[in-house]
C-alpha cells in the first residue's frame, strides 16, 4: 500500500514562491515515475511536471521555467519548486506514483492572489 501526503500548499501573492512536497510511504519510491498535477475548478486535471526513476524531467509549457520538480529518494519525498507564480496557477496539487498502479494523494491547494 503506498500513501502519499502532500503539504506546502497556502495564499501567495503574484510574482511568489512556493514549495509543494509529497512523502511517500512504502518501497517504490525510488523505482516510480513521479508528477504533480493540477486541478482548477471548472477544469480538468493536468500534468504539471514529471520525472522518472532515472532523473529526466518533463513539464507542461504553461511551467516551464518556472516550476521545477525533483525527488529525494532516500527520503521518499518528491518536490515542486513553484517560482514567479500567477494567477492562473491556482489550483489544487496533486501527487501521484505510477508503478504497478496508479497512486494519488489528497492534494494542497494553492491559491495565487493579491
Known amino acids: 500500500q503506498v500513501r502519499l501526503v502532500e503539504s506546502g500548499g497556502g495564499l501567495v501573492q503574484p510574482g511568489g514562491s512556493l514549495r509543494l512536497s509529497c512523502a511517500a510511504s512504502?518501497?517504490?519510491?525510488?523505482?516510480?515515475?513521479l508528477g504533480w498535477y493540477r486541478q482548477a475548478p471548472g477544469k480538468e486535471r493536468e500534468l504539471v511536471a514529471r520525472?522518472?526513476?532515472?532523473?529526466?524531467?518533463e513539464y507542461a509549457d504553461s511551467v516551464k521555467g518556472r516550476f521545477t520538480i525533483s525527488r529525494d529518494n532516500p527520503k521518499n519525498t518528491l518536490y515542486l519548486q513553484m517560482n514567479s507564480l500567477r494567477p492562473e496557477d491556482t489550483a489544487v496539487y496533486y501527487c501521484?506514483?505510477?508503478?504497478?498502479?496508479?497512486?494519488w494523494g489528497k492534494g494542497t491547494l494553492v491559491t495565487v492572489s493579491s
Open positions: 501521484h506514483l505510477l508503478y504497478d498502479m496508479d497512486y
Open positions: 512504502g518501497s517504490i519510491f525510488r523505482v516510480s515515475l
Open positions: 520525472i522518472r526513476s532515472g532523473g529526466s524531467t
